[in-house]
Nanobody
Framework: QVQLVESGGGLVQAGGSLRLSCAAS????????WGWYRQAPGNERELVAR???????NYADSVKGRFTISRDNAKNTVQLQMNSLEPEDTAVYYC???????????????WGQGTQVTVSS
């Protein structure tokens, strides 16, 4: 029902910036929550940032003040602006959404394929 396509990952030096984008496509859905997660080798997947349809935002303590999540509802896209990147930010970043599907009472979760972010020291 919903597909997520991510872009913007890559290699950057410490102190640099990257902007990740994610586009949702499909039919018969509306987005309840946008989110970005990341997972480094050997680590658990962790929430980086999320934004609800009501405008509430949450950030992991490790990225507060450096990362910003934003959305374009008209285009069904979300972005993650990452500034002052550190080697510890190196991970695979995953876009995710919680959606309301028409005719269904519960929320459904979808994940992007992941995009690699590597920060060199």
């Amino acid at each position: 029902q919903v597909q997520l396509v991510e872009s913007g990952g890559g290699l950057v030096q410490a102190g640099g910036s990257l902007r990740l984008s994610c586009a949702a496509s499909g039919s018969d859905f509306s987005i309840n929550t946008w989110g970005w997660y990341r997972q480094a080798p050997g680590n658990e997947r962790e929430l980086v940032a999320r934004r609800t349809s009501g405008g509430n935002t949450n950030y992991a303590d490790s990225v507060k003040g450096r990362f910003t999540i934003s959305r374009d509802n008209a285009k069904n896209t979300v972005q993650l602006q990452m500034n002052s990147l550190e080697p510890e930010d190196t991970a695979v970043y995953y876009c995710y959404v919680l959606v309301n599907r028409q005719g269904r009472a519960t929320l459904f979760q979808y994940w992007g394929q992941g995009t690699q972010v590597t920060v060199s020291s």
